[in-house]
């Protein structure tokens, strides 16, 4: 006896079928790599509602980012692995991660999901070339973030993008030439409070 689908389940299966299939041009269909939801806007004041005065405790980033919820991790700053304060929103997606700094206030936060937006319409996923950074503004990560490119958002002085170069294999101590930085993906939005 052969099974049928259900009437019901058909169009799901299709959907399925399809985001697998490739295109005309023989490749993988293409998922949005970024989006027109904005969940936090990160800016030269801040990220959302978290300010340089915002102290760095789970309840206070909470309460700067109503909606959000949080909880202690390690991630990776550029030199090192440290404990940070994810904020994650209402699907339990992590938006922001806060770094703590002196006095107990907040010293860093970086936006890690394509669902905000950088102080010139910057999103995670865009490519160097869409932003439109400036080679005179970058510099090549070191540590952890070796052979990706630094860069200052334009305008601004407390806004950084980081930028992961697709299949660079170095030299590390410079960054590659400006075709192959063209297509970098942004990984990372970071706000400072100094």
């Known amino acids: 006896m052969r099974s049928r689908l259900s009437p019901l389940l058909a169009p799901l299966a299709l959907l399925a079928l399809a985001a697998c299939s490739p295109t005309l041009d023989g490749g993988p269909v293409q998922i949005a790599r970024t989006s027109d939801v904005t969940l936090v806007k990160i800016t030269e004041q801040g990220a959302g509602g978290l300010t340089a005065d915002t102290p760095y405790s789970q309840k206070a980033i909470q309460q700067a980012l109503p909606g959000f919820t949080t909880e202690g991790f390690q991630s990776a700053t550029e ?62 990560g070191k540590s952890l973030w070796r052979g990706m490119a ?3 958002a334009r305008g601004s002085q407390r806004v950084t993008l980081v930028y992961a170069i697709s299949q660079y294999d170095g030299p590390f101590d410079r960054l590659p030439a400006s075709d192959k930085l063209r297509g970098a993906a942004l990984q990372r939005i970071i706000w400072s409070a100094s």
């Open 79 to 140: 030199t090192r692995t440290e404990w940070a304060i994810g904020a994650f929103n209402s699907d339990g997606f992590q938006v922001l991660q806060v770094f703590k700094g002196a006095g107990g206030k907040i010293r860093e936060v970086h936006g890690v999901t394509h669902h905000l937006e950088g102080p010139n319409g910057e999103r995670i996923g865009m490519t160097f070339a869409e932003v439109g950074s400036a080679l005179g503004d970058c510099r090549v």
């Open 150 to 152: 630094i860069c200052k």
